[in-house]
Nanobody, 116 residues
């Protein structure tokens, strides 16, 4: 089974920054499209960012220009650099690996709270 573990969440003020990390077990990390999703209380989970096998990146419009997704295949790790954070970014952030269009697994999530 593929294990996915997120870390790096915390409490930050609006305008602040955080970097989330996601470590994936196994030997097939390079085969996966990696995604960050988030879920606020009472709302459905939404995709935030995606990084392909070739490191191509895509973002939801609300985070474009503020967030950067990247991957380090040598460390089986994907990152989400979040700048200029807004209260609307408050959510549990989840990492998932996608293979052949299917979610291989999800992490347990890491809480990001943006508040004064």
């Amino acid at each position: 089974q593929v294990q996915i573990v997120e870390s790096g969440g915390g409490l930050v003020q609006p305008g602040g920054s955080l970097t989330l990390s996601c470590v994936v077990s196994g030997s097939r990390f390079r085969d996966y499209i990696m995604e960050w999703h988030r879920q606020a209380p009472g709302k459905q989970r939404e995709i935030v960012a995606r990084v392909g096998r070739d490191s191509s990146a895509a973002y939801i419009d609300s985070v474009k220009g503020r967030f950067t997704i990247s991957r380090d295949n040598a460390k089986n790790t994907v990152y989400l650099l979040m700048n200029s954070l807004k209260p609307e970014d408050t959510a549990v952030y989840y990492c998932t690996a996608v293979y052949n269009g299917w979610n291989v697994n999800w992490g347990q999530g890491t809480q990001v709270t943006v508040s004064t």
